[in-house]
């Protein structure tokens, strides 16, 4: 497909939809790496620093739905703009934020616009680009907006090097203002024309069953000896959402019609995306903790190293749509998930003392497959539904994306866990709890707290194996 095909107004709405979503994809990797920083800056204890990143997480993953139906009944541009709004204003607010605990507030009312901005964002390709064209725009716009994913570690590391921990924040505010200022002169307006009132009802009970569920799983993560206290927010999450799908079969103006899930291809689209999210989320946590605890890596060559993967991936993504035409989606997603999941393999078989070239493959076949994955999977579930639901299409696929990666880290983190408990080094009971913590200190990012209780503890080198 020629560029020449797609018009300036057409190209800006892209470039719109992209700044709004690398914005969001850059603010789940670029506070990792920042918070030991944070911590030194606002004394900010271990259990804060971890709020630190779930009160964003938590609201964008339980009202990402609402946010795309908010976007079909009252305006996509509208809600979109709204969100690019609130985004751009807690992020600055998060940038001054005098302490730890007006930052996590500041984090969840960013989350908050996230959610609004996110559905939209993917939303408003289908009524700009006809359908010739609009497997392009969604490869343009899951390279550009996957960068952000990618760049959150570089970034972080350079502003770091350079300022403090508020830049991170800050950076979203230029980028913010821009896509404000675009999507307000370039985005044009649709919506449902069939749209009912907001089924209020059914908004509470689907945010709550995925906030209970993604707060359990994130818990998880951090935790996994609290399995226990999280079973009632697992329950919770059980009733709320069979609630919410007996009262969308009841009412005759559903949030959600459970119709669409008939659709095979959508379905299908969905559990996908859950999948390769939760492969993908639970892969990077460990990516970054492995460079720095066990090779001893800063966070600016670490983050550099990320390089090897968004290359691939940014040249892949951004020839979705020829791919696409060329060899059909579905084949597109089959080659790029098994290329994904061989770059995982590649990276399982790296040791302590492996050199950063033989994780070169790896990075670059993790990058490619999900280059060519993931921008097929979203066309498939664009496409798989009328253009006037597109604010729900897009609202249930970015779900599918956050509670696959919240589902991913925790179980991957128990894996982690039981693997280095029952290595050689940490078969007494001490050196049984310290393995969990260091392992769910990794999982959730908090690397230089990993690394410092590994120091303290002075293991040895069949631990750091482990």
Known sequence: MSDSAVTRRQLWTLAAASFAQFMIQLEVTIVNVTLPSIQRALSAGPSRLVWIVDAYVLPLASLTLVGGTLGDRYGRKRVFLVGFVAFTLFSAGCALSPDDQVLVVFRALQGVGAALMAPSSLSILPHAFPPLTRPWAIGMWSMLSGLGFGMGPVLAGLLLRVAGWSAIFWVNVPIGIAGALLTARFVDESRNPHARRLDLAGAALVSGALFCLTFALVRLGHHAEAAGAVAPFLGVA????????????????????????????????????????????????????????????????????????????????????????????????????????TGILLFARLGTDSAWLQALPAYALFGAGYGAAVPAVSAIAMGALEVHHAGVASGVLNASRQVGAAVGLPALGALGAAAVSGAEGWSDPAKFVLAMRVALLAAGGLVLAAALLTALERVDESAREA
Not at 295 to 311: K, Q, R, Y
């Open 238 to 341: 059980f009733v709320l959402g069979v609630a919410f799908l007996v009262r969308e079969a009841r009412t005759p103006a559903p949030m959600l019609p459970l119709g669409f899930f008939r659709q095979r291809a959508f379905r299908t689209a969905n559990v996908a995306f859950a999948l390769a999210y939760a492969a993908l989320a639970a892969t990077l946590f460990f990516v970054s903790p492995y460079f720095q605890n066990v090779l001893g890596w800063g966070p600016l060559e670490t983050g550099l190293s990320w390089l090897a993967m968004n290359v691939p991936f940014l040249t892949v993504a951004s020839r979705a749509g020829r791919l696409q035409a060329r060899f059909g989606a579905r084949r597109v997603v089959v080659a790029g998930l098994a290329a994904g999941g």
